[in-house]
Structures are given as structure tokens and as C-alpha cells.
């Protein structure tokens, strides 16, 4: 029945929601992977490593064309073109195995958006296994798909008769409810197309907001969410032993509830240590995928330092791989927001507290730095600015979802504070980089209330409010200006960051409301 739904003709082998364990073995039959001592499944995903985002479409007609935000984002695409690239697709597995999996996303009935995934790759199926949420076993036996992912790595495009940049494509049709990824074997392709299609159907239809971002729950039902983009301990500071994790990547705010999106984790592991990220590090055995990573010479065992292939190696697991997370996926209205931003200039102070309008301007801004060294050709700090903290994935205009923020944010009451994870007594190469016992001090207070009764100082030109004083954490760290040797040297640093956050956020300015205008720097 599922095979007629999707139009797949006579397919050599149609294989139906395989588990774990059977995908596996078609992996290593089909020369895809090899197991790691851990008993994970290690694969390549050969050219591309990453996503391709001048090769990430949108299908523009009726219901696009005037809501998408088009861009070099979101790039629009014919829809005639469309479907016959959908029927050669078809026409091509008409001799090739397939396998076929159910899903869903969202942790939340009013809102599951059911998945059917076509694959011709074993590891690409139990990929979205591990990643989209997995259906009870009664819910197999009527299929109830939203949205259709037909995902053919080895099929490439004709970019004089398809329409296409380049031979690899991902291809959103939001009105036929269809994702095509081609020419490429990057996985990660297949979550954040779903990703980019809660983007836009659950704010623009449903008024609900949908985050790039970790969330926890306390032991009193207080749910905080976390936002930064890589580097700015993102995962790290979400994953607290006192608290149960929701999710670490992706979550939509409805009301009183926030719920995940997804049914696992996708983590990086270069430089993986138990020590550092225990959890993570556990998660990787038998079920779990690891892309683009090597053997220690001679063994079995996982070199996460090996950086030969790429910089983004990953691993991809069920949530239930980690301990301590909320079942179901779903927490409270939160009562805390934290913006992570590493700012390698050294003038945002560790932790500060924000109005509603500052909120959504620093939502829009999606801050943080590249230090020197992470890039070739990178000697000083470099100011990185993503809206949302997740452009990339945005169909919307980011002024839509800061608004959203911003009613949210009022209508529960929330704190929003604004953590610097990066430098302090100067910037990258000269000051030194926030310890991360501080920083888990910081949040602690502000999940505590400890931070309600403190005196806050304005910061002069960001006009962010400082606190004075926080529980196990000096009090000279808490002002950025005081920990500089040369206080003339911190403000004319501050007016160069001020002006970059001017310069990004001008192109969003005709967009946005007053409120959020008032919430940028004031120096």
C-alpha cells in the first residue's frame, strides 16, 4: 500500500521500516560502512561532508510566493521543473533497492507532522530512525504520511534540463509535500529539510514558534531553552546532570508547552573525549552512525582528533541513547532564555540580562565570534552573525520569528539573559577565555531566581543590564570594562562591535517593528 502512495513502480527489493539491527547488516552487505570496537556503524558520506546551501531549494507558486523570505537562502525553483525531476527520480528506482521507513516529527499530538522516507542507502534509513521520532507499533498499520522525503545520493541532476545550480540538489515543494535530495550523501540533508518545513508550516500556519535550540527542564518543572551557533557551549552548558534534556537542537514553543521536534541527536565528535562530553561519547555503540571519522591505526577504535576527512564529523543516535531526558519530549512555557555567544573581542559581559525588544534584536543578530586560527586567513577575531541563530533553515523573513518571540517572552514572563562563553580581559590572544565552572555558576543563578535581587548596572553602549554581584563568581569578571588592562582600549573595542551588530542588522531593519530597533546597542 505505502508503495503505490509514493508511485514507485516495480523496485528490485522494497524494504518496509527495517529495524536497527537488519539496517545494519545491509550497510556492511552493501560495502556502506564498517563497525567500530563500539559496535556504531562508521560511513562516508564521500563528496560533500556538510550541507549544500547554494543547492537548497524552494518550490515558488501560490503558497510561497509571497510568504517565503527569497534570498540567496531560499532560493526559488520552477514548479514544472519540479515535477519532472520527481518523475525521473521515480522513474529511476524503478530497478534499485529501496528502503522505506515511517516517521514523525514533533513531540506534540496537535502538531506531529508524519514523515515517509525513501532511501536507497540502509545508513540513510537508519539514520532517520535514529533522528525522527518513531512511531508506535499500531501506527504502521495505517500510514499517515505529511511530508515525503525521496532521498537518491547517487542520482545526479542535469542542470541544463532540471533547473538545478549543480548536479546535487535538496528540494523543498511545501505545496505537494515533497523534499528531493540528490547527488549528495550528506544525511544531515533530510533533518534540516524537515527542519525548514516546521520553519515555515508551524509559524505561518499554526502560530507556533520553531527554535534552533537546546531546552532542559529542572527538577521543579522549570524549562529553560538555550540558544548559540557552534562553538558557544551550546550543547555543553544544556546537558546539566541536575536538569532533564528535552532536546539539543531543534523544538517549537506553542502556548504553554515547548516539545522537540526530533527523536535523537546529531553531535559533532571532533576531539570527542569522555571526559569532556561523557554522554555523548556513551551514545556511540551499537545503532549509532559516526560520518566522515578513522580508526586509530591498527584498531577498531575511533580517532576523533582525525580530522583528515573533515572538520564535521558526527554521530547520529536515539535520544533514549542519553540519560536523564524527559519522556515524553515536551516541557512548560520557559521561564529562562539564554543567548550563548563566545565573543572572542572580549567586550559582551559573561552574563546580562535583556528587555523583550533586546531579545528579539539579539534573536535577529545570532551572534557570536571565529577566533583567529579555527579558518585559514583568520588572524583577529572575526564577528559571525546567523538570524535566528539558524538562517539557514529560515523560509520566513527573521522578523516573523522574533515577533513571535517577543509575544511569547511577554505573555509568560520570561527572563532572557545574554551569556558570553568567549573572552574576558581583552580579546582572543590577550584576555582569556571564560571558565566554564563560572559560566555553569552564572546560569545556575539565573535558573535559581538568585540573580532577581541583585543590583544591574547598563552596560554604556549596549545597554544590557549587568548584574553586580552572582553567587560563586568574582565580582570583577561580572563588568568586561573593569577586567581590561586599558579601559580606553575596551570601549573603542566596544564601539567597533557595536557598529559590526549595526552593520548586520541593517538588513533587516525595514522589517522591524520599533521595539525591536530599541533593543540594539545604544552607544
Known sequence: MVQNLLGLGQVKKFN??????????????????VLADTGALMVDTGKFTGRSPNDR???????????VWWSDINIPFDAQKFDALHRKMLDYLEDKTVYVRQAHACAHDNYRLGITVVNTWAW?????????????????????????IINIPEFQADPLTDGTRSENFAILNLSKNIILIGGTGYAGEMKKGIFSVLNFKLPHERGVLSMHCSANVGKKGDTAIFFGLSGTGKTTLSADPNRSLIGDDEHGWADETVFNFEGGCYAKVVDLTREK????????????IVENTRFVEGQRTINYADRSVTQN???AYPIHYIPNIMRPSRGDAPQNIFFLAADAFGVLPPISRLTAGQAMYHFISGYTAKVAGTEMGVKEPQATFSACFGAAFLPLHPTRYADLLGKKINQHQV??????????????????????????????????????QVSYTKHPIFGIEMPDSCPNVPSEL????????????????????AGLFRDNFSRYEDFASPQILAGGPIG
Open 415 to 452: 527572563n532572557v539573559w545574554l551569556i558570553n562563553t568567549g573572552w574576558s580581559g581583552g580579546g582572543y590572544g590577550v584576555g582569556s577565555r571564560m571558565k566554564l565552572s563560572y559560566t555553569r555558576a552564572m546560569i545556575t543563578a539565573a535558573l535559581n531566581g538568585d540573580l532577581d
Open 57 to 67: 531549494y524552494i518550490v515558488s507558486d501560490d503558497k510561497t510566493l509571497q510568504a
Open 16 to 33: 518496509f521500516n527495517l529495524p536497527p539491527a537488519a539496517l545494519v547488516e545491509h550497510a556492511i552487505l552493501n560495502g556502506e560502512g
Open 124 to 148: 540513510h534509513n537508519l539514520f532517520c530512525y535514529n533522528l525522527f521520532m518513531r512511531p508506535e507499533e499500531q501506527a504502521l498499520l495505517s500510514p499517515n504520511t505529511d511530508f515525503t
Open 313 to 315: 564529523t558526527r554521530t
Open 478 to 497: 561580572l563588568h568586561p570594562r573593569n577586567t581590561w588592562e586599558d579601559p580606553e582600549a575596551y570601549d573603542h573595542m566596544a564601539l567597533h562591535l
Open 277 to 288: 562530553e561523557p554522554e555523548i561519547y556513551d551514545a556511540i555503540r551499537f545503532g549509532t
